[in-house]
């Protein structure tokens, strides 16, 4: 049984995606990297993106892009429904990068504990 390649989303200038992927290739795991700038944000996988962790820890707050937004856009981002919107309108204020596992839920960011747990056959 072949297990699907783990699927790693994110932008490919972000410092943050590019240890992640670093990571995965340095401990020879295949993924496939889903670019936000050239092919969007995948808006059928979003509403699960947003509820294994939480809309909260999916929105980035610390980012460049939150802190062009104007306040009232930053305002008026107050649930699930609201922060999808953004998502899907700036891809840039996810927190990146974005991994769909083959066989476990998503993770968000990059932690190395967390690679190596989710990687273990």
Request: hydrophobic share 45%.
């Amino acid at each position: 049984m072949n297990t699907p390649p783990l699927t790693v989303y994110g932008i490919p200038n972000c410092d943050t995606v590019k240890k992640a992927r670093n990571w995965l290739t340095e401990h020879g795991l295949a993924y496939r990297f889903h670019d936000f700038k050239k092919q969007g944000v995948p808006a059928e996988l979003l509403p699960g993106w947003i509820e294994s962790p939480g809309w909260e820890l999916l929105l980035n707050r610390k980012g460049t892009t939150w802190r062009k937004l104007d306040e009232a856009t930053r305002l008026a981002v107050v649930d699930a429904a609201s922060a999808t919107a953004l998502m899907l309108a700036q891809p840039s204020v996810i927190k990146r990068p974005v991994v769909v596992w083959p066989n476990g839920p998503i993770s968000v960011g990059f932690d190395a504990a967390v690679f190596a747990a989710r990687a273990a056959p």
